[in-house]
């Protein structure tokens, strides 16, 4: 093991310090009616056809059908697809390349979550690299081709899929696959309020502390830069100011906006240095039990910040600080604490831990999750994480069994607590 530890670093800091030179060419225009900004940036690269790619709710919207009436007022030819569903599979992403192929499409336009920017970012993937299918473009950098231009429009404010070289995809088993690649990153980031004014409380909550996520591992992680490290520290902090009024609805548009700006720096910062066990463990269960990616990782994050251990303490106190809910007179240890103590407050606020245990008992109609199924989930996370996250702290096989089967049993406990 101490072999390979030793062989994960250096594999870790090599990769971290190219992806701290890669330059990437990410605009980001930010604001109230922004979206209707669009027509204007493709018209001037004459772009006349765009593949429009968003969910089966968001197509019904009166807001997605002013988006494009005002993209046929401008003159652009709009083909809709809007089969993603709350998690991109590698069926849809085929679907997509196939019908901007069929139409002559040069530009996409992703109107939604994360898993419809993960659906664009998988197709335009494929649609440079024709002769390939989109899984065998799974892995890292794979592409290595200049993809068609993405414009990404957020209707979440949590994944940073906008600005990052990434798509999370599953395949026909529901495992959950990565296409990492820095020629995918989406050429234009378009952060309007607007497009997240209506958003079910779950999800504010889901994608929030997806957000929150993000900007914690990268910041915890090593090799991280002194921008990275500025980018979480932000985020962390508006996301930390604003999450509970926009929950509540208390917030207003301003609110909005800044929960929208943080989780693009967090996904600005993550690119960067990467994320850690928390997701590695959040998609292998929640491909295992096909549950919404930010309410798993809001679970996981304090059990994994926990494990870690004092070898985070002090990053954790600054976060602590930051943040404005550390105390004067704490030591560094127990400002650490009190961060990983508000993780589990929101948890507790937003309900996630009861939703967590309703959705994997309905899932695994069991209250008991099988010991197969532990070994499955913690193997996963293990390939996922071993050796490409720059964690704290090297986890095995055998800890992250441990771990998961923790996570798990303590669902049934904490849901009523």
């Known amino acids: 093991m101490v072999f390979k530890s030793f062989s994960y670093r250096v594999y870790q800091y090599v990769l971290l310090h190219f992806m701290h030179l890669v330059k990437y060419q990410n605009k980001v225009i930010s604001g109230k009616g922004t979206v209707y900004y669009i027509p204007n940036i493709l018209k001037k690269q004459d772009i006349k056809k765009v593949l429009v790619i968003t969910g089966p709710h968001i197509v019904k919207s009166a807001m997605f059908k002013n988006i494009i009436s005002s993209f046929k007022n401008k003159g652009l030819i709009c083909t809709i697809f809007y089969g993603t569903g709350s998690e991109t599979d590698i069926k849809s992403a085929e679907a997509a390349r196939s019908l901007y192929i069929k139409e002559s499409c040069n530009a996409i336009v992703a109107i939604g979550g994360g898993s419809v920017t993960d659906c664009a970012k998988a197709a335009a993937c494929g649609i440079a690299k024709q002769k390939k299918s989109i899984r065998s473009l799974c892995g890292y950098e794979k592409v290595r081709k200049l993809i068609p231009v993405i414009v990404a429009v957020p209707t979440t404010a949590g994944t940073g899929a906008e600005t990052t070289a990434c798509a999370v995809i599953k395949d026909v088993n529901g495992d959950k696959k990565i296409i990492a690649d820095t020629k995918i990153c989406p050429k234009y980031a378009i952060l309007d309020p607007l497009m997240t004014e209506n958003l079910p409380r779950d999800l504010i909550a889901y994608t929030g502390m997806d957000a929150l996520t993000h900007a914690t591992e990268s910041y915890i992680n090593k090799y991280s830069s002194k921008g990275s490290r500025k980018d979480a520290e932000t985020a962390i902090f508006l996301i930390i100011e604003n999450i509970t009024n926009v929950y509540y609805g208390n917030g207003g548009i301003v609110s909005r906006q800044d929960m929208l700006e943080a989780s693009y720096l967090a996904g600005r910062a993550f690119m960067r240095t990467s994320v850690g066990y928390v997701h590695a463990i959040s998609h292998a269960i929640g ?39 550390s105390k004067n007179g704490m030591s560094g240890k127990q400002k650490a604490q009190t961060y990983i103590n508000f993780v589990k407050i929101l948890n507790q606020r937003f309900s996630i831990n009861a939703n967590f245990y309703k959705s994997l008992k309905k899932a695994s109609k069991s209250h008991k999750t099988s010991k197969n ?40 406990t904490k849901a009523n607590i």
């Open 373 to 412: 199924d532990i070994l499955s989930i913690a193997k996963s996370a293990i390939a996922e994480a071993n050796p490409y996250y720059p964690v704290p702290k090297i986890m095995s096989l055998k800890e992250c069994k441990h771990l998961v089967q923790k996570i798990l049993r303590d669902s049934y």
């Open 287 to 325: 491909g295992k039990y096909n549950l919404p990616h930010g309410m798993v990782v809001a679970i996981v994050l304090p059990y994994v910040l926990e494990w870690y251990g004092s070898g985070i303490d002090k990053k954790l106190a600054r976060l602590s600080d930051i943040s404005g809910i």
